[in-house]
């Protein structure tokens, strides 16, 4: 019943909203003009979004927010360091101001904004800012991409989407987008760090672990910790090379092979599906996560991490970005925990439980554990 009076509220909403004759009294009425300048200000946001992005963009190249972390800086100087004309700077700087990513200060001086003070010394997020440019350029017409067509610009630079072999896509393909990959792991890594407590497993196996930024991180919480990596060969090749870096040779090891085709190693009490679920559509997912029911010791934990749609305060991260970023690669979809629950049930896992991360906007954690294990 108190559905039924809700939709007719929102019914009722629409048709006022839609008035142009409401529209203008509530921009005039004082207790409506507030709401009606929030809505007319969200709106345009959403016009402009892509403007705002290359603004954001434009900074990330010519490396703004570097040159000013080291302290404001005045018109002429950031003109030479970003090597830009000063009418170009100039415009730059102010539109850049009045996105909160910089602020003009006394003096004639520029200096960080709040946002812009984020980005000082987060790889993950510019390196995601600098491949923005391949998504555009597929968003550029949307149609064709929800009408099926799929031979984008994103598909190729995710080579594996092609290919899971690892022998069609060339060694720079491989290590552009395993260095986006680990560049991005900053975030996630701390998410599920901080909110899982690794050291009670005695082996952790990365599912699709790039080249190894997780496992190195889990490698200096859990000392006592067994670590497998297992992707792509080129991938695990780079991976180990890491790992032997980092002092991990005894203790760690890096199998190259496919999830789809090839048996995953066996005996971890704890596996790690991070970011892996959501590239894939439900068919791959499924084998997926029964690939890893087959490998998983009994009693053994997976864990899921992933940015997932229906989060409550980040809606527009699962069906609106991640929707139209997966649609652009050609597979994958943002879940709910709900539809990874769902999964999960047929693979053979059950008791799925939803563990709280600082920010579930990069990342939210579920964990499970094999039927009868």
């Known amino acids: 019943m108190l559905s039924a009076w809700l939709e007719k509220l929102r019914d009722f909403r629409n048709r006022k909203v839609s008035d142009p004759d409401f529209r203008r009294w509530a921009a005039r009425f004082p207790l409506t003009r507030p709401i009606a300048r929030r809505q007319a200000k969200a709106l345009f946001d959403l016009t402009a979004g892509f403007v705002y992005s290359q603004i954001l963009s434009s900074c990330v190249q010519v490396g703004l927010f570097d040159i000013l972390a080291r302290g404001p800086r005045d018109l002429d100087l950031i003109a030479v360091l970003t090597r830009l004309p000063r009418e170009g700077a100039e415009r730059l700087l102010k539109a850049a101001a009045a996105l909160d990513l910089v602020e ?16 000082v010394g987060n790889p993950g997020v510019c390196a995601l800012i600098r491949h923005h440019d391949i998504l555009y350029g597929d ?6 991409l929800l009408q099926g067509e799929v031979k984008s610009g994103l598909r190729h630079y995710w080579a594996y989407a092609d290919d899971r072999s690892g022998n069609g896509a060339t060694p720079r393909r491989h290590a552009d987008y395993t260095a ?6 900053a ?5 599920i760090l901080n909110a899982y407590p690794i050291g009670r497993h005695r082996r ?3 599912v699709g672990g790039g080249d190894g930024t997780f496992l190195i991180a889990a490698a200096r919480m859990a000392p006592q910790l067994k670590l497998v990596l297992f992707d792509l060969p080129p991938v695990a090749a780079t991976a180990q ?11 760690a090891k890096a199998v190259g092979g496919d999830f789809f085709t090839d048996d995953l190693p066996e005996g971890a009490d704890l596996v790690l599906l991070n970011r892996v679920l959501h590239d894939h559509d439900d068919d791959a997912a499924l084998a997926i996560l029964r690939a890893v029911r087959k490998a998983i010791a009994p009693q053994g934990t997976l864990l899921i991490a992933e940015p997932m749609a229906g989060t409550p305060g980040a809606q527009a991260s699962g069906d609106a ?4 970023y997966l649609l652009a690669m050609g597979q994958g979809r943002p879940r709910t925990a709900e539809d990874i629950g769902g999964l999960l049930d047929q693979a053979g896992f059950d008791g799925m439980r939803s563990i709280g991360t600082n920010t579930p906007l990069i990342a939210r954690l579920l964990s499970a554990r094999p039927m009868d294990g």
Request: aromatic share 8%; charged share 20%; hydrophobic share 55%.
């Open 180 to 185: 986006l990959m680990a560049a991005s792991q």
């Open 204 to 206: 952790l196996m990365d």
């Open 139 to 144: 968003l550029a017409d949307p149609l064709p």
């Open 241 to 251: 090379i890491r790992l032997q870096a980092a002092g991990l040779a005894a203790r």
């Open 104 to 119: 003009a200060r006394r003096g004639g001086l520029y200096g960080l904004g709040s946002l812009g003070a984020a980005l």
């Open 321 to 324: 970005y991640f929707g139209f």
């Open 187 to 191: 975030m996630v890594k701390e998410e």
